[in-house]
């Protein structure tokens, strides 16, 4: 247990010393701390924080999908179930249509708002049932993606094209302020989420299962789901929707460690800011200068990993 | 006395019962399906709420308990348990320890508590085993071990046998009758047989009201079964048990 964690920390941290250096310019570490120009910029003003977003954005999906699976009770769960990414794309787009700038902040006040439909909309007196929950997100989604293909069929050519890389999802890097308030919110959330891990263990079985030993399920339940959502609109926010990450990485380490989230979660966070850190830094350097939308390439190399390791496993997990 | 019900009722599913548990003894609620088994435990157990009347447990509302207390006390066995992702069975048995946890981390009496329930259900040998690969019989001696790692003095169970063969009926009704020398055993079955041979006292249920509530052979008489069942029931009484067969 103390051994996956660890192997998993000393991966991530391979993973984010490694990833600045690389990229279509070659630079070097200590011209680039001896403030040398250009590596002293490219380090510290274009990769560097790049780095760090994809880590954090990365953790934070990890967990959500950890999370929301076992709230769910689905495998096919994942961060944007439930609907709060697609208000973030709401708002961006919306943004985007009128010529705000600020599609954070646009996006980030639709997640808010979907957010509090959803769980409006959930909560009937002191009961919240995971399937109300889950019905409500996928509707939630599917009129966010049709108000998205309205405005897309309304806007001019060149919105549409910020609109369609918008939704593709990738990174770009920010500015340290914007990354040091997400750090905060995305430790802090994850940190609390931990531990409540031996309680997730239980709803990950039922809701029954939990009550009948101890468990509060609805607070229990309403608790993640504001947790998990607020993870997921910073990060789509700061990011357009990047999928995949939250579906695979959540699986792949249950088909390695098994279902405890005493484990699974720590690991989650840390291999998932790995595995978007090193999707990232592929995306700019495979066809450098040009970039492939990371999103895309979180499915290319996540998918055959992850049907090599079902193949592999399925046998011995009776799948 | 350890629950005491007074005019409970649920919804449509139950209405009017009233009646009081002692702290011992292997109590069956049996009924035909849709009868309210499963809803009188749900309301024992603290899973059904709001109730109507008064279910009070050591002299306390049911639904005034904290939860964490409550589990203590009461252990509730569902009928079947589906799982989604791979815990162990160990796992799965640990997590009864919830109520007296007070970290993260399993203490060494958590882990002692799970090898006894382990041990007394006979589940220690596929402990490292994906719960899921388990048998039907395998997997409810693993819930039993679960619940009883809550160290209850009360264990409900909603149909326990249902999915199980012959055999493993027998050893878990042996198992529970030993059991409820020392605890409150109350399971809700439609096997009648099992009633009549295993019980100390057996409540009936028809359409969510209690139509019969005492000794398993006063109650389980071929009239309130024909009332009740619409079946025709006939008593075989043996040397050591009584049994019954039933015709249409």
């Not at chain 1, 701390?33 to 990769?47: K, L, N, T, W």
């Not at chain 2, 790692?149 to 326990?160: I, N």
């Not at chain 2, 075989?236 to 249409?248: C, P, R, S």
């Amino acid at each position: 247990m103390k051994r996956s964690v660890l192997l998993s920390a000393l991966a991530l941290v391979v993973v984010a010393v490694a990833a600045p250096l690389a990229g279509s310019s070659h630079i070097e570490l200590g011209r680039a701390f001896a403030g040398v120009s250009p590596d002293h910029e490219i380090f510290f003003y274009a990769r560097l924080p790049r780095v760090i977003l994809a880590l954090l954005a990365g953790s934070a999906l990890s967990v959500t999908g950890v999370l929301f699976q076992c709230m769910l009770r689905d495998p096919l769960a994942e961060p944007y179930t439930l609907g709060v990414s697609s208000g973030a794309s709401v708002g961006a787009v919306i943004a985007i249509c009128l010529g705000f700038r600020a599609t954070g902040l646009a996006s980030l006040a639709g997640a808010a708002l979907v957010l509090l439909m959803v769980l409006g909309m959930a909560v009937e007196g002191r009961r919240l049932s995971s399937f109300t929950l889950l019905l409500t997100g996928v509707t939630m989604n599917s009129m966010a993606f049709a108000v998205i293909l309205f405005l897309h069929n309304l806007a001019s050519f060149s919105q549409s094209f910020a609109i369609s890389r918008w939704l593709m999802g990738g990174l770009e890097s920010v500015e340290y302020t914007t990354l040091a308030w997400l750090a905060g919110v995305v430790l802090g959330i994850s940190a609390l989420v931990m531990l409540w891990a031996p309680q997730w263990n239980l709803l990950a079985v039922g809701d029954d299962w939990a009550a009948s030993r101890g468990v509060s399920t609805v607070r229990l339940t309403a608790m993640g789901y504001v947790a998990g959502s607020v993870l997921t609109g910073l990060v789509t926010a700061l990011t357009g929707p990047i999928g995949f990450v939250g579906l695979i990485v959540p699986h792949a380490l249950r088909l390695k460690l098994g279902a405890d989230h005493r484990v699974l979660l720590p690991c989650a966070f840390l291999l998932g800011g790995a595995f978007l850190i090193v999707c990232d830094t592929l995306s700019r350097t495979v066809i450098a200068p040009t970039e492939i939308p990371v999103g895309v390439l979180t499915a290319l190399c996540g998918g055959p990993f992850f049907l090599w390791l079902l193949k592999s496993k399925r046998r011995s997990l009776w799948l | 006395m350890s629950f005491v019900a007074r005019q409970l009722g649920f919804a449509y599913g139950l209405h009017d019962a009233s009646f009081e548990l002692p702290h011992s003894g292997l109590i069956t609620i049996a009924g035909p399906n849709g009868a309210g088994k499963s809803t009188l435990l749900g309301i024992l157990a603290g899973l059904r709420s709001p109730y109507r009347g008064s279910c009070l447990y050591d002299g306390k509302e049911v639904r005034q308990w904290p939860r964490r207390d409550f589990a203590r006390h009461v252990a509730f066995l569902p009928q079947s348990v589906r799982l989604e992702f791979p815990f162990t069975a160990e796992e799965v048995v640990l997590m009864g320890r919830t109520p007296y946890a007070s970290g993260w981390f399993q203490t060494p009496e958590d882990r002692a508590a799970a090898e006894d329930a382990m041990t007394t259900t006979d589940t220690l040998a596929f402990r490292a085993r994906d719960f899921r690969t388990l048998s039907g019989g395998e997997r409810q001696r693993v819930i039993l071990a679960s619940a009883l790692t809550q160290r209850p003095r009360v264990l409900l169970l909603d149909e326990p046998a249902t999915h199980l063969d012959l055999r493993h009926q027998l050893s878990l009704y042996r198992l529970l009758r030993e059991l409820a020398k020392t605890l409150l055993v109350v399971a809700a079955t439609h096997d009648l047989n099992i009633a009549l041979q295993f019980s100390d006292r057996v409540m009936l249920l028809a359409d969510g009201r209690i139509v019969g509530d005492g000794a398993p052979g006063e109650v389980l008489n071929p009239e309130l079964i024909a009332h009740v069942f619409g079946v025709h029931a006939t008593i075989h009484a043996g040397l050591n048990n009584t049994w019954m067969t039933y015709e249409a």
